[in-house]
């Protein structure tokens, strides 16, 4: 059964629901009911737009950036995770996966449904994964999809060697940026993501960061803002793993090859080229 609101839900006060769940205990094989939220006839506003423009460094257009639908649903995610049949303690969640595919772009002042889905979980050597489900629909088709997919953390044997990153391939290009200390702050402003780990170095301290960390979403917009320009066509796919956190401040290097398909790219580490994501813009 799908509940239907009549607006997207203040963030503010979810963050504090989120913090209650700190009690929750899933168990060894926890149930993740079929929870769904539907919000008809959004509007962007403007003026959240101009400013995630500027705070993922994506020029501003007439059409929607790829990732910011994410950021409208942000509220969604939140209120069916504070469900009280949902299992899993917010705090802690980590964002592992993430896929967007859009048959189209969606224009700046175009109106659209927004509903969010909760998968099933599933087992995996890190501990319980699950996927959030976004659709955006115009006339009642998805022109915008998204899978978030989202790990809940249990303790596993160790296991031996790191996964390679992907390289690009030859031929790549090299693009380096520093990522200033307050990009976290920032982007919680206009992503609407207030998670701890990223605001300050103490308050990311207490869930075991030396220093606060970059979202994910935020790299994978950054990406996505320089890598756009390289493409002959607005961009229809997004697809990123997140793999080592980007502490803040940083400097990064984006590493890019470009084919007749799209972008393939690692964002890593300008010390020590340890990846933070790699991903495919298409």
């Known amino acids: 059964m799908t509940e239907t609101l009549n607006r997207i839900p203040d963030a503010g006060g979810l963050y504090?629901?989120?913090?209650?769940?700190?009690?929750?205990?899933?168990?060894?094989?926890?149930?993740?009911?079929?929870?769904?939220?539907?919000?008809?006839?959004?509007?962007?506003?403007?003026?959240?737009?101009?400013?995630?423009?500027?705070?993922?460094?994506?020029?501003?257009?007439?059409?929607?950036?790829?990732?910011?639908?994410?950021?409208?649903?942000?509220?969604?995610?939140?209120h069916l995770m504070t469900q009280a049949g949902f299992p899993f303690p917010l705090l802690g969640l980590v964002h592992v996966r993430n896929l967007i595919e859009q048959s189209r772009p969606i224009e700046a002042d175009e109106r659209f449904d927004l509903q969010v889905r909760i998968g099933q979980a599933r087992r995996v050597r890190q501990g319980i994964e699950f996927d959030l489900l976004t659709d955006a629909e115009v006339?009642?088709?998805?022109?915008?999809?998204?899978?978030?997919?989202?790990?809940?953390?249990?303790?596993?044997p160790r296991q031996q060697g790191a996964r390679p990153a992907p390289e690009p391939g030859p031929m790549a290009t090299y693009r380096s940026f520093a990522v200033p200390a307050d990009t976290g702050r920032r982007y919680?402003?206009?992503?609407?993501?207030?998670?701890?780990?990223?605001?300050?170095?103490?308050?990311?301290?207490?869930?075991?960061?030396?220093?606060?960390i970059a979202h994910g979403m935020w790299s994978a917009a950054r990406c996505a803002?320089?890598?756009?320009?390289?493409?002959?066509?607005?961009?229809l796919h997004l697809s990123v793993q997140f793999?080592?956190?980007?502490?803040?401040?940083?400097?990064?290097?984006?590493?890019?090859?470009?084919?007749?398909?799209?972008?393939?790219?690692?964002?890593?580490?300008?010390?020590?080229?340890?990846?933070?994501?790699?991903?495919?813009?298409?």
């Open 16 to 78: 504090f629901k989120a913090a209650l769940t700190a009690t929750r205990k899933p168990g060894a094989d926890p149930q993740v009911p079929p929870l769904a939220v539907r919000v008809e006839q959004v509007a962007v506003d403007a003026a959240h737009l101009s400013e995630y423009g500027r705070v993922c460094g994506f020029d501003y257009v007439q059409q929607l950036p790829i990732t910011f639908p994410h950021v409208m649903a942000g509220a969604l995610h939140l």
């Open 139 to 156: 006339d009642g088709t998805a022109i915008w999809r998204e899978t978030s997919t989202i790990l809940h953390r249990m303790p596993a």
């Open 188 to 212: 919680a402003a206009v992503g609407r993501d207030y998670n701890p780990i990223h605001l300050t170095p103490l308050t990311a301290r207490l869930f075991g960061f030396p220093q606060h």
């Open 225 to 235: 803002a320089i890598l756009q320009a390289d493409l002959d066509h607005p961009p």
């Open 243 to 282: 793999r080592q956190p980007l502490l803040l401040p940083g400097r990064v290097t984006l590493k890019s090859v470009i084919t007749d398909e799209g972008a393939g790219f690692t964002l890593m580490s300008a010390r020590n080229s340890k990846p933070h994501l790699v991903g495919t813009l298409r």
